[in-house]
C-alpha cells in the first residue's frame, strides 16, 4: 500500500526488501529540499526514485549496473582493506584510491549509506575522512547487527551523536547530523 503523503513515489515502486523504502524516502523529503545533492554508497530501484527531486551522484561497485545508471556515477569496484577492530563480516569495500580523487572537491548535502551490498559496509567505519562530516548522513538497513555497528563506530570517530528512525512498516536508519527536532519537523 502507498500512503498518500509520498507525494514522489510512485505506484510502480516495488519494495524488495534491498532498496531503501518509503519511511527513509519520507525522511529526506523532510529535511532535504529538491534539488539539493545527494552522495550515495550503493545504488538501486530508490535511486530513480530520488532522480525524481533531487541530483544524485552514485558510487556503484557493480559495472554492469553503474552503466545503466543515468545519473552521475563513480564506479568504484570493490577491493581488499585490512580488518577493522570490531567489525566481522568481508574485508572489501569500494576502492579508496578511485574514491579520493573523485571525492575531493565534491560538494553534496546528505550522505546515503546504503552499500556496498550487506556484510562490505564497515569500510566507511576506516575511510569516513573522505566524506563530509557536517553533512545529513543517513544510515539504511539498521535491522542488521552489523550496521548498527557500523553507525556507532561512524558516530564515535566522529564524535557525534545519531538518531535511529524505527517504524511500524520499514527498516530502521540511522542519522547523524539530523536536522530534526525531537517531534520529528525539521528545524
Not at 556503484?60 to 570490531?86: F, M, Q, V, W
Not at 550496521?147 to 512498516?169: M, W
Request: with cysteine.
Amino acid at each position: 500500500m502507498r500512503p498518500d503523503r509520498y507525494k514522489f513515489i510512485t505506484c510502480d515502486y516495488n519494495l524488495d526488501g534491498v532498496s531503501v523504502d518509503y519511511s527513509l524516502l519520507e525522511y529526506i523529503q523532510r529535511v532535504l529540499p529538491e534539488g539539493k545533492t545527494i552522495l550515495e554508497l550503493g545504488s538501486g530501484e530508490g535511486t530513480e526514485q530520488l532522480l525524481k527531486y533531487w541530483e544524485v551522484i552514485s558510487v556503484e561497485h557493480d559495472s554492469e549496473y553503474a552503466e545503466k545508471l543515468t545519473n552521475r556515477c563513480i564506479y568504484a569496484p570493490l577491493t581488499e582493506h585490512k580488518a577493522i577492530r570490531n567489525h566481522s563480516g568481508s574485508m572489501q569495500w569500494y576502492d579508496r584510491d578511485i574514491l579520493i580523487p573523485e571525492l575531493e572537491g565534491l560538494e553534496y548535502d546528505l550522505l546515503l549509506v546504503d552499500g556496498p551490498p550487506k556484510d562490505t559496509r564497515c569500510g566507511i567505519v576506516k575511510y569516513i575522512e573522505l566524506f563530509d562530516a557536517d553533512v545529513i548522513m543517513v544510515f539504511d538497513d539498521l535491522q542488521r547487527k552489523a550496521d548498527r555497528a557500523i553507525l556507532n563506530s561512524v558516530a564515535g570517530k566522529l564524535k557525534k551523536p545519531f538518531v535511529t528512525y524505527t517504524y511500524q512498516e520499514g527498516k530502521p536508519f540511522g542519522v547523524i547530523n539530523d536536522p530534526c527536532t525531537e517531534c520529528g519537523e525539521p528545524k
